[in-house]
C-alpha cells in the first residue's frame, strides 16, 4: 500500500508521533479499517513531514502510526517477527 501526498511548504516538528492499535475478526473488516487508519492519518503526516508505516503485529492486529523512517508522502508495510 502506496499513498502520495504533496509536500507542505513548512512543516512544523512533531514531539509524539499519533499511532493507532487495531483489531480485526474478518479480512473485509481489516481491509476497510485499515484503509480508514491510513487516511485518519495523512493529515498529521503532512504536519509532520512524515510517512506512515502499517504493522502486522500477529493475526487480525495491526498498528499503523506516523514513522520517521518512512519517507515523507509514502506508507510501508511491515511484519512484526
Known amino acids: 500500500m502506496t499513498t502520495i501526498l504533496e509536500r507542505p511548504l ?3 516538528p512533531a514531539t509524539e508521533l499519533p499511532s493507532m ?3 480485526f475478526s474478518s479480512v473485509d473488516e481489516m481491509r476497510q479499517g ?7 492519518l495523512i493529515e498529521a503526516a503532512k504536519d ?3 510517512g506512515i508505516l502499517v504493522t502486522r503485529l500477529q493475526p487480525g492486529r495491526y498498528t499503523v502510526a506516523l514513522d ?3 519517507p515523507f ?6 511484519i512484526a517477527a
Open 10 to 12: 513548512a512543516a512544523s
Open 73 to 78: 508522502g509514502e506508507t510501508y508495510e511491515n
Open 68 to 70: 520517521d523512517s518512512v
Open 48 to 50: 509532520a513531514a512524515c
Open 21 to 23: 492499535d487495531l483489531h
Open 34 to 40: 485499515l484503509d480508514k487508519a491510513v487516511a485518519t
